[in-house]
C-alpha cells in the first residue's frame, strides 16, 4: 500500500492547468490536475479500448462532452466514462480534479 497526500499538490498556474501525475502502473494511472478559474481542460478523447473518471476534489465547473454537452460538476462529483467518449472539464473556479484512466495510456 502507499498513501498519497494531495494536499501537497495543491498548486495552480493563473495562466492554465498544473498536472502531478500520482500513480503510473500497468493496470491504470492517475493524474491531478489543478486547473486556474476560467479555464478549460479541452475537449479531447483517445481511440483506445478503456475507461476513465474524472472525479473532483476541489471546486465548482462542468464536466464537458460532445455537441458542447455540460454537466454541472462540484466537490465529490465523479464522471465515468469510455476514454473514447468526448471529454474536458471548465473550471468556474479554482478546480482541482483527479484523472484515473485504465488501462493507462
Do not use: C
Request: proline letters at 6%; hydrophobic letters at 40%; charged letters at 20%.
Amino acid at each position: 500500500m502507499k498513501k498519497y497526500e494531495l494536499d501537497q499538490t495543491r498548486e495552480f498556474n493563473p495562466l492554465g492547468m498544473q498536472n502531478f501525475v500520482i500513480h503510473d502502473s500497468e493496470f491504470f494511472k492517475i493524474i491531478n490536475f489543478n486547473i486556474a478559474a476560467g479555464r478549460i481542460f479541452p475537449v479531447h478523447s483517445h481511440d483506445l479500448e478503456g475507461q476513465v473518471s474524472i472525479h473532483v476534489i476541489e471546486g465548482t465547473g462542468a464536466f464537458l462532452g460532445d455537441n458542447d454537452a455540460a454537466i454541472p460538476a462540484k466537490s465529490g462529483d465523479i464522471l465515468v466514462s469510455d476514454i473514447s467518449e468526448p471529454h474536458g472539464v471548465r473550471a468556474d473556479t479554482d478546480l482541482r480534479i483527479l484523472v484515473t484512466i485504465a488501462p493507462p495510456i
